[in-house]
């Protein structure tokens, strides 16, 4: 399950565009919730809305189900226009935050309740086997009989899943589906979901807030800011390359630094000197841009180290704060001019050797290739 290859993105390539989202807008009254949004989503593709409360994912992920009407543009699944067709036939199924398991229903009957709905009906014998098939998928068997009051929150979400598939659906809709649970099981449920979707085939729009769970998650990602879509990558290109400011700093932690181009490199009042820039910038002469530089690109080392040569930006000052994560320790590195430099360090560099500590004057730099020239 490779997310982040070249590998995901280059088989996504290789098929058609199964769901289409066509300059959909959506207003409550003078609010833009969705400004303008088109994307392509592949069959069977895994793709996660990201980005902050209000920015629209759930807005536009309403529309996807039929629970909203656009303003503005179309949405074609598998060919069909959605626009006439209500929320009760789509041929999609949302699972929500909550769950909205009944609570006076047994397991079973709440994953056959979407399909006793089906016109025509299907025979019991039908249904049964269905529901059959599902608890097996999700591993809830012995749950049958059992109502969802009696069920861990892992259970529960296991539940709503096996109820969402019920019907065959062509896109699953979930929104937000692991906020409930806490930090463990979350991490582990992420996993189990996704091999779970992988394995029925189903094309899949995942929202959230949760970058970890996205980039975990899904094959592709979209982060959206105030109703528009920024960028759409996977989640290395996302966190690698980002385009523009806001996905810079929205993803994970990053050093932006603001400046002009001055003589190929970056004048920049919050660096002592000019930050060279990689060779492919492409930027002119008094161009304003900005280099975003991702902490564990940034290299640590006690102040008067051996200097890094052409293309290194480097600076001393001294070891503001430390964070000690296990694996990895991240420093808060204060400049002389009040600059704070992120950098994370495995803890395996400092081998033998006591590590800088609070207070300690260190060297923070990094090479022109490891920034990332924005321009919005």
């Not at 490779?2 to 807008?25: K, M, P, S, W």
């Not at 906020?179 to 979350?186: F, G, H, P, S």
């Not at 996205?214 to 959206?224: D, F, H, K, Q, S």
């Amino acid at each position: 399950m490779d997310h982040n290859g070249d590998g995901a993105a280059g088989g996504r390539a290789n098929r058609r565009a199964y769901l289409r989202i066509e300059g959909v807008t959506k207003r409550f009254d003078d609010t833009l919730a969705v400004d303008d949004v088109s994307l392509e989503i592949a069959e069977r593709e895994i793709f996660a809305l990201l980005g902050s409360s209000g920015c629209g994912k759930s807005t536009l992920l309403r529309m996807l189900a039929g629970l909203e009407m656009p303003d503005a543009g179309r949405i074609v699944l598998d060919g069909e226009d959605l626009a006439a067709v209500p929320a009760h036939r789509r041929p999609t199924n949302m699972m929500f935050q909550s769950y909205a398991l009944f609570p006076h229903m047994t397991v079973e009957a709440n994953v056959a309740f979407g399909l006793w709905q089906l016109r025509p009906r299907l025979a019991r014998a039908e249904v049964e086997a269905r529901v059959a098939e599902m608890l097996e998928l999700v591993q809830m068997q012995r749950y049958a009989r059992r109502k969802p009051h009696e069920l861990s929150g892992g259970q529960q979400q296991r539940v709503a899943l096996a109820r969402s598939l019920a019907k065959e659906p062509k896109l699953l809709l979930l929104d937000e589906p692991l906020a409930a649970l806490d930090k463990k099981i979350r991490q582990r449920t992420q996993l189990e979901l996704v091999n779970l979707i992988e394995r029925v085939g189903v094309t899949c729009i995942l929202v959230t807030h949760d970058q970890e769970e996205a980039m975990t998650m899904a094959g592709r990602i979209g982060v959206m800011n105030e109703g528009r879509l920024l960028q759409v990558g996977t989640p290395g290109e996302i966190y690698e390359t980002p385009d523009c400011r806001f996905t810079a700093e929205f993803i994970g932690e990053t050093n932006l630094f603001q400046g002009r181009v001055v003589g190929g490199a970056l004048a920049c009042a919050e660096f002592p000197a000019a930050i060279v820039l990689p060779p492919d910038a492409g930027l002119a002469q008094g161009d304003e841009a900005w280099v975003s530089v991702r902490p564990e690109r940034v290299a640590l080392s006690r102040a008067g180290g051996v200097p890094g040569g052409a293309g290194c930006n480097a600076a001393t000052g001294e070891v503001a704060e430390i964070a000690y994560l296990g694996s990895h320790s991240v420093y808060h590195v204060r400049l002389a001019n009040g600059r704070i430099v992120i950098a994370s360090v495995p803890s395996v560099h400092w081998g033998d050797a006591a590590p800088p500590t609070w207070g300690d004057a260190v060297r923070v730099a990094w090479f022109a290739p490891d920034g990332v020239v924005l321009t919005r």
